[in-house]
């Protein structure tokens, strides 16, 4: 059923039943072409493939990181407080990250690996994001 | 004319640095920009700023509030309307808040809230041709710091002044947090609660906040070392 832009099918073959598909694919595609026409001196090809380079964002809460607006102080209300501690607490931690299984213990299973497998096939398969101490 | 980060820009005023020089990297164009089909245009009176990597605003005087969506805002219920609330956050009309959007609310168990009451909530939606809307809870249903701010003062100020308290790098609330025990509560529109133990205290904090506008950072710190020794009766 392919038909190339030249190629046009007769007009008897699509009246038949089993061509109903291609028949509405054909009209689609010419609507479309009619519709690319009559716009084709408002739209131009610059708008066509123009992509969003920009991001807008009116709040100055994220242009200027500001902290979160409701704060309290030397225990005057527990619950903003413990809020408050909770969301230092990553900062504060964020170097070192918690781990099951330490970089060398890791490093030397990875080695043992290596040498059983022996493969180049498999070393793709390695993501290649190295692990940072 | 033609402007560059840190000018002081006036609206109609073109910016040429801001566009990216590779095409992987985004700017982030800020309030008081917009994109035209050539240039950035500037759209209000300030001093253009930047921060790394692209992100680019306008730093401006305002005391008008316009909604903007995600903001945190302190709004005074004017009005108890079937299903919503009518909250007055200092915009060009009301906003609205549903009784459904505090902690734990169901249709039967409807929060308390009377006309008059104070609350600190967050914009949902806030469009230029639409009624912006608030909530008291965040995405999971707990209402962290949002709800109803009891007791307390208000007042208002410009909203760079909001601003510029919660920049990280202002010194206002580190100097204030070990003198004497407060509660603050700092919406984008412009208005401010406080709470503390004593009247004394209560004015001392607004004093601190107040006065903080024209200060630099240095000139706060000594401002609150000042405020706090008042405070404890070391100087009269």
Redesign the interface.
């Known amino acids: 059923m392919a038909t190339t832009k030249k190629l046009k099918l007769p007009k008897a073959l699509l009246e038949m039943k089993f061509m109903l598909k291609t028949k509405e694919r054909l009209k689609k595609e010419e609507n479309q072409k009619d519709c690319d026409r009559l716009y084709s001196n408002i739209i131009t090809n610059e708008m066509r493939h123009a992509s969003e380079k920009n991001i807008f964002e009116s709040s100055f809460t994220f242009c200027e990181d500001l902290i979160e607006g409701r704060v309290s102080f030397k225990g005057m209300n527990p619950e903003i407080e413990r809020l408050m501690e909770l969301e230092n607490k990553p900062n504060a931690c964020d170097g070192d990250m918690q781990k099951d299984v330490s970089d060398e213990a890791l490093a030397k299973n990875m080695n043992k690996l290596f040498k059983r497998k022996g493969s180049s096939g498999f070393k793709d398969c390695v993501p290649n994001k190295k692990k940072k101490n | 004319m033609k402007v560059s980060v840190g000018d002081v820009v006036l609206p109609g005023d073109y910016c040429e640095e801001i566009s990216?020089k590779d095409?992987k990297s985004?700017?982030?164009?800020?309030?008081g920009l917009r994109?035209e089909v050539d240039h950035v245009y500037i759209t209000k009176a300030g001093i253009l700023?930047k921060?790394n990597p692209h992100?680019y605003?306008i730093d401006s005087y305002q005391k008008r509030y316009v909604p903007?969506?995600?903001?945190?805002v302190i709004g005074i219920v004017t009005q108890k309307a079937g299903d919503i609330f009518r909250v007055d956050i200092g915009g060009s009309t009301t906003a609205a808040l549903s009784f459904l959007s505090f902690e734990g609310a169901t249709k039967k168990n409807r929060p308390e809230l009377q006309v008059g009451d104070i609350i600190?909530a967050k914009l949902v939606i806030a469009s230029k041709d639409m009624e912006p809307e608030l909530v008291c809870v965040d995405s999971f249903g707990h209402k962290?710091?949002?709800g109803v701010l009891n007791d307390g003062f208000m007042f208002k100020c410009p909203i760079n002044l909001?601003?510029k308290i919660?920049?990280?790098k202002c010194p206002l609330?580190d100097s204030?947090?070990?003198e004497?025990?407060?509660?603050?509560?700092?919406?984008?529109n412009g208005r401010i609660w406080i709470?503390?133990?004593s009247m004394r205290e209560s004015i001392a904090l607004g004093n601190a906040i107040l006065g903080a506008e024209f200060l630099s950072d240095s000139d706060i710190k000594k401002m609150c070392n000042n405020i706090a020794a008042i405070l404890a009766g070391h100087v009269s």
């Open positions: 990216p095409e985004r700017v982030v164009i800020g309030p994109k700023k921060k992100t605003w903007i969506r995600g903001e945190n600190y962290g710091r949002l909001v601003r919660l920049n990280p609330l204030l947090k070990n004497w025990p407060f509660e603050m509560a700092a919406g984008m709470k503390a133990n």
